[in-house]
């Protein structure tokens, strides 16, 4: 049986500590990595992007970084209960003609037992930046 430390019920602590897990692992920009966090029948809303499962999961994430390089990110616990967590993220990458954005968004996440996320919902929104702005 596959688990994802640490498992719901959350507490602050355990919500963060997951909140940190799952932007080290997308920071890492490893498609198969980051699926691994995700229940094999997944399903997320990325913008108006709709994902289901593992296998889409990598293949939406290997074209996203094939558009966006030099991608930091940071994530901000901003809610939990029993076995969902909300979070605020931004995160800064840099587009092929070299122009640089912010991108801002809210997710709201939702857990198995076993700590797999089964559901992500992404709203998302891009701002373009001077490469002097950046923060990340």
């Known amino acids: 049986m596959e688990q994802k430390l640490p498992l ?19 920071n890492s920009q490893d498609p198969v990595r980051i ?22 999961v990598v293949e939406f994430l ?4 094939q558009k966006e390089f030099n991608y930091k990110l940071k994530k901000e616990l901003w809610a939990f209960t029993d076995n969902r967590i909300a979070v605020r993220f931004e995160y ?4 092929a003609d070299g122009e640089w954005f912010r991108a801002y968004g ?6 198995d037992e076993n700590g797999l996320m089964q559901k992500r919902y992404a709203s998302i929104n891009d701002v373009p930046i001077k ?6």
């Open 92 to 95: 800064e990458y840099q587009n």
């Open 8 to 26: 719901p019920p959350f507490t602050r602590e355990t919500a963060i500590q997951k909140v940190q897990l799952a932007e080290d692992a997308w």
């Open 106 to 111: 809210n997710e709201n996440w939702e857990f």
């Open 35 to 56: 699926s691994l966090a995700y229940t094999i029948d997944t399903e997320w809303r990325n913008r108006s992007e709709f994902v289901n499962g593992r296998e889409q």
């Open 62 to 65: 290997t074209r996203k970084w």
């Open 131 to 136: 490469e002097a702005d950046r923060r990340l």
